[in-house]
């Protein structure tokens, strides 16, 4: 069965600061990995999204995300927060013709 | 292209009546999916469908029925309100070829 673990349900950073939230899966196929973001009273948004190919993987808003099978993990990652990133973080991962699991959140705290 | 729609958006129920939650996408997507989210616990699996005619239970199935006549409509059913049902629920449908889910705005039900 598919998991995944995000470590740490809060993280806080200044401006400017990098931002790392981890996410950790278990899968016993090759997964496809997601990150999606939710601002307040908001649905969903897809961040970004690993399913083949290059395991760094770029998405909108300055957010990155590494694939490592040897870790199983899939952290995400952006240089320098900006006080517009203060959200939850959902990781998700699936597997071919599979449902989309999610970890718990991690909600990202900026301040100024 | 309308995407992922969801009505209502805000309802509040009593114990013990029912009510159906409706879900429609234009994007010709096969698969659907429903889930919850409380505070906590992320987004969990209620039922899904792979296809018009077909869907199956998720991780927290109990207390809800789906049906999927149509290809477009993916409506969840609750047969009798409980305050643990209180929550945010998201319809999601996924596009067969890049795994990405698109979600709808969501509906915050409140059951008094």
């Known amino acids: 069965a598919q998991s995944v673990t995000q470590l740490g349900s809060h993280v806080s950073v200044s401006e400017g600061a990098l931002v790392l939230l981890r996410c950790n899966y278990s899968?016993?196929?090759?997964?496809?990995l997601f990150w999606y973001v939710q601002y307040p009273n908001q649905g969903l948004q897809l961040l970004l999204k690993?399913?083949?190919?290059?395991?760094l993987v770029k998405g909108i808003n300055g957010f990155e995300a590494e694939f490592k099978k040897s870790e199983t993990s899939f952290h995400l990652t952006k240089p320098s927060a900006h006080m517009s990133d203060a959200a939850e973080y959902f990781c998700?991962?699936?597997?071919?013709?599979?449902?989309?699991?999610f970890g718990k959140g991690t909600t990202l705290s900026v301040s100024s | 292209n309308a995407g992922v729609t969801q009505t209502p958006k805000f309802q509040v129920l009593k114990t013990g009546q029912s009510m159906t939650l409706q879900c429609a996408q234009d994007?010709?997507?096969?698969?659907m999916s429903w889930y919850r989210q409380d505070p906590g616990m992320g987004l969990r699996l209620i039922h899904y469908s792979v296809g018009a005619g077909i869907t199956d239970q998720g991780e927290v199935p109990n207390g809800y029925n789906v049906s999927r006549s149509t290809t477009e409509d993916f409506p969840l059913r609750l047969l009798s309100a409980a305050p643990s049902q209180t929550s945010v629920y998201f319809c999601a449908s996924r596009e067969t070829s890049t795994y990405e889910q698109y979600f709808g705005p969501g509906t915050r039900l409140t059951v008094t």
């Open positions: 994007m010709n997507h096969e698969y």
């Open positions: 998700a991962v699936s597997q071919a013709g599979t449902a989309l699991i």
């Open positions: 690993y399913t083949t190919g290059a395991t």
């Open positions: 899968s016993s196929v090759p997964p496809y």
